[in-house]
């Protein structure tokens, strides 16, 4: 495996989390609660992840300023535009995977 230093680990990270970022804003059509219920994180997941490291590093960045960052737009706009009522099957599924996990 190919030895990389601190800094170009940390640039190939970045690349691949703005990546799946762009990716995410592009796939508007997959559901946070689909994404939580394959994978068992979502778009504000990302964003809470974000904001933590915001915080490890002494940054103040609120909850809204976080989702902007991944959503690529405020959050409620994003709901508006692309958030549709979860499904019976879609809530089901998640309480499910809700409740193993805890």
């Known amino acids: 495996m190919i030895e990389l230093d601190e800094n170009q680990r940390r640039d190939l990270e970045a690349a691949a989390f703005r990546r799946l970022l762009e990716h995410l804003r592009e796939r508007s059509d997959v559901q946070n609660i689909d994404l939580m219920n394959l994978a068992g994180f979502c778009r504000n997941c990302l964003s809470n992840w974000y904001r933590e490291a915001a915080e490890a590093k002494g940054l ?20 508006s535009r692309h958030q549709k009522e979860a499904t019976p099957d879609q809530k089901a599924a998640f309480e499910v995977n809700r409740l193993r996990d805890h």
């Open 60 to 79: 103040e960045l609120s909850k809204e300023e976080s989702r902007e960052i991944v959503y690529g737009m405020p959050y409620n706009e994003w709901r």
